[in-house]
């Protein structure tokens, strides 16, 4: 994590997780998957030979279906991966920039409008457990989550840091998670 101070604002960049633990195991999960997959087919093309007088088309139509997942699971393992994040303030106009291999998404707000700041649960659970997030509340309250493939460290120092900078209330534990 990278913090720099301006005169008019301020800076942090965090860098890509990578693969495996920004993915979740994802990436991971994916290639063995595709892989498994991939054995299957050969397994099937070996098995059933010329002579062979049952369906043609719908046992490879099932193989191409499973070898797609796969290949879905590893696109959105290399999309979490992959994301460095741009947080900062400048002036009154406080910005999030998350930039990966497959796109790039901004939120901005007006400073005015940050009602609250805090670390809470993802929409995302792992072993049933969600997933904690840093999570900023607008003055309508709605809320909009980032950086769920965080440590819980790195948020809630994120978190204090962010409420600090940007004079708003904030709650450094984990609502609901745990």
Same mark, same amino acid.
């Given at each position: 994590?990278?913090?720099?101070?301006?005169?008019?604002?301020?800076?942090?960049?965090?860098?890509?997780?990578?693969?495996?633990?920004?993915?979740?195991?994802l990436f991971i999960f994916a290639i063995g998957w595709d892989f498994i997959c991939s054995i299957a087919l050969?397994?099937?093309?070996? /098995?059933?030979?010329?002579?062979?007088s049952g369906p043609r088309v719908a046992p490879y139509i099932g193989f191409l279906v499973f070898f797609i997942?796969?290949?879905? /699971?590893?696109?959105?393992?290399?999309?979490?991966?992959?994301?460095?994040?741009?947080?900062?303030?400048?002036?009154?106009?406080?910005?999030?920039?998350?930039?990966? /291999?497959?796109r790039t998404k901004d939120w901005r707000w007006n400073v005015a409008d940050i009602r609250r700041i805090a670390?809470?649960?993802?929409?995302?659970?792992?072993?049933?457990?969600?997933?904690?997030?840093?999570?900023?509340?607008?003055?309508?309250?709605?809320?909009?989550?980032?950086?769920?493939?965080?440590?819980?460290?790195?948020?809630?120092?994120?978190?204090?840091?962010?409420?600090?900078?940007?004079? /708003?209330?904030?709650?450094?534990?984990?609502?609901?998670?745990?």
């Amino acid at each position: 994590m990278t913090v720099q101070e301006m005169a008019n604002g301020f800076s942090v960049t965090l860098p890509p997780m990578g693969l495996v633990r920004g993915s979740k195991g994802l990436f991971i999960f994916a290639i063995g998957w595709d892989f498994i997959c991939s054995i299957a087919l050969v397994v099937f093309l070996f /098995v059933f030979k010329p002579g062979y007088s049952g369906p043609r088309v719908a046992p490879y139509i099932g193989f191409l279906v499973f070898f797609i997942v796969g290949v879905l /699971v590893m696109f959105i393992s290399i999309e979490m991966g992959t994301r460095r994040v741009m947080i900062g303030r400048v002036g009154d106009v406080f910005a999030i920039r998350q930039i990966s /291999v497959f796109r790039t998404k901004d939120w901005r707000w007006n400073v005015a409008d940050i009602r609250r700041i805090a670390m809470g649960p993802s929409p995302i659970k792992i072993n049933n457990r969600p997933v904690p997030e840093l999570q900023i509340t607008d003055k309508n309250g709605r809320k909009t989550g980032f950086l769920s493939e965080r440590s819980e460290a790195e948020l809630e120092w994120l978190t204090g840091f962010l409420a600090e900078k940007l004079s /708003v209330s904030h709650n450094g534990s984990v609502d609901a998670v745990g």
